[in-house]
């Protein structure tokens, strides 16, 4: 019989709570438990176990950063899209570092869900990257480009390796972004010349 008063929506909310606090997806039932000042078999009336309860959170995660895309690319168009885009991104990672680190767990998930997270977190990228006279497989390339420059970048600024010399981190990630775009527009040039 599942305890009164928690719920499963209770019991997600709290381990978003705690990852967000903690910048960590690492939390166990006990921690979850004590948090919810109840046993932990009693979590086990509500949920089979922390990775599927992390699976679930992970959803919510990419659907949040995917979303967090969507507002700040409304109404730009190319060049201005991407940066957009690409501050957005960088925004939610700070902000949300607990549920962005889930969200760098997906590779961990399977079939169908591994898939449709993944697939959730780069479908603004790709609609961004429509707007050029790209490829399906050049988008895929340039796609994961992009990623890996604004996640390297986050991941040198969360490790406290921009704080050693007085120059601007914000325009440092502007920089990475237009070279990002000036290899873009040297390919669609390319294959133009071609």
């Known amino acids: 019989m599942a305890q009164k008063g928690i719920s499963r929506d209770i019991i997600f ?6 990852i967000e606090r903690n910048k960590n997806p690492a939390i166990s ?17 509500h949920v089979k176990s922390m990775n599927e ?6 959803r919510y995660a990419a659907e949040e950063l995917k979303q967090t895309q969507l507002a700040a690319i409304k109404g730009n168009h190319r060049d201005d899209a991407l940066f957009a885009l690409a501050a957005a991104y960088r925004s939610f990672a700070k902000e949300h570092i607990g ?8 590779p961990t998930l399977q079939g169908d869900i591994l898939t449709q997270t993944a697939a959730a977190i780069a479908e603004p990228i790709f609609f961004v990257l429509s707007q050029y006279e790209l490829s399906e497989e050049q988008s895929i390339h340039w796609q994961r480009i992009l990623r890996s420059i604004i996640h390297g970048f986050l991941s040198q600024e969360e490790a406290g390796f921009f704080q050693h010399y007085p120059v601007s981190v914000e325009i440092s990630y502007q920089v990475a972004i237009r070279c990002f775009l000036t290899g873009l527009h040297v390919e669609i040039k390319g294959d133009h010349d071609a």
């Open 13 to 18: 909310a709290k381990a978003i709570e705690m």
């Open 29 to 45: 039932m006990r921690e979850l438990a004590e948090e919810l000042e109840i046993k932990t078999p009693s979590l086990y009336n």
């Open 53 to 58: 309860l992390l699976i679930d959170i992970s």
């Open 99 to 106: 549920l962005y680190k889930v969200t760098l767990s997906l």
